[in-house]
């Protein structure tokens, strides 16, 4: 008689093989305009995704009618590839740029906003510095140049412009740009178009006047450095790039990625969605996730590099869209208020959606969006929603000069416990190290927030010429 063979009873986990010419992976901004441009130059990319979503950290919500952004607001036209990007996504996306109200800057002092001076008669007349500062700005001209290469932000600029304008124009501004304080930051490296000044000038007021005198060509004068967005909320502006690349090319919601040199290219693994074990060949591949995820992602780097790849603090922060049905007449036609550490405030700063962009509010209605924690209140990101929300309700009433009975009609807290990379001195071990690691895997690159700044404007002519590199290879 046949006796029946024994089932051992051990699942069979499916798999799947693929190739691609590049695999790009993190579906942020970064990652959607390499892949687009790669995509357009003709290559074959596939893209991998750890969440269930594409856009990274940009992500727009319509609550009834108000659009709400609980990452990046708005970036600057700060490189012609911005317009560009926009240009080739037509029709699809369309980009915004703010109202001229978006020029004004408030900084909270004493019991009230004042306006940002943007000339010498508001500089002389604004409450904001002290006189003596004032004159010291008048001589900044004249004086010498640092020569510390490390030298913090506060630093640099008390040398030059006196310690009432590092208080009341660079700590709120450093804390809207990177939500720290300016001690913390070198200039060389988290602002080096300002550190280059002094370099290359001698001066700030010198080095901006030549900059004004400098002929520009076409591309130079499509960087208009105006405030911009994207129709609708800047989700339409990642979801335009995904449907150009086509989600079929696009891996969402994958987990256990690893990737490992191979021959002369790379084998790309993780698990998708549906629980497939997923092989993806290919010549080239580009990272652009946090530092955080560099060390299970990319297995085979030396453990010395990669201490020094994956060094990067990112600060916490909360970010509440708060939206007024009616404004009651109260519309701050301005771009934000930033709020200096020394006035021990709640908030870090509260910019006005509304009063920058069309749709962004009711008609008569009103949209803000405050931002709290940073490197200072780190721990403002484990406060429960009621205690934000009496923040944000003392606030509008405090700050915003709303009357008692007035309250927001929504409420959207977004937190963010690892949110905006902070380029500290350690910063320089990771630059040369992306070097090092560059000329060790010429076929791989490491892009993303980790270096080039971290301004969307930054992000997108970082992913153009990385796409670039890769096309004329």
Known sequence: MEQKKQSTNTPVTPSANHEADVVVIGAGLTGLTTAFYLTRGGKNVAMIETSDRVGGQIHSHRVGDFIFESGPNTGAISYPEVVRLFEDLKPSCELEEAHKSSKRRLIWKGHKFHEL??????????PLF?????????????????????????DMAARRLGKSFVDYAVDPFLSG???????????????PKLYNLEQNYGSFIRGALAKLKERKSTADRMATKGVF??????????????????????HTSAQNVSVMPKDKGWVVTFRSKDGIETTIACQRVVTTCPAYALPTLLPFIDKAQMAKLSNLYYAPIVQIGVGLTHHGGIKYNAFGGLVPSKEHKKVLGILFPSACFDGRAPKEGVSYTFFLGGTRHPE???????????????????????PADMHADSIQIYRHKRAIPQYELSSQERFDTIEELAAQYPTLTIAGNLWGGIGMADRIKQAV?????INRG
Request: aromatic share 6%.
């Open 380 to 402: 403002y990101v484990e406060k429960s929603d009621e205690e934000l929300k009496k923040i944000i309700d003392d606030t509008l009433h405090d700050m915003l000069k709303y």
């Open 130 to 154: 002290t006189w003596h500062d004032k004159i010291r700005i008048l001589f900044e001209p004249w004086r010498k140049k640092g020569t510390n290469p490390n030298e913090s932000v506060g």
């Open 229 to 250: 967005s994207a129709r609708g909320g800047l989700s339409n502006l990642t979801n335009a790039l995904a449907q150009s690349i086509g989600m079929d090319r696009i």
């Open 177 to 191: 740009v990177y939500a720290s304080d300016p001690d913390r930051l070198p200039t060389r490296l988290a602002l």
């Open 117 to 126: 001076p943007s000339g010498p008669i508001s500089g002389l007349r604004t």
């Open 465 to 469: 010429g990385v796409a670039k590199d």
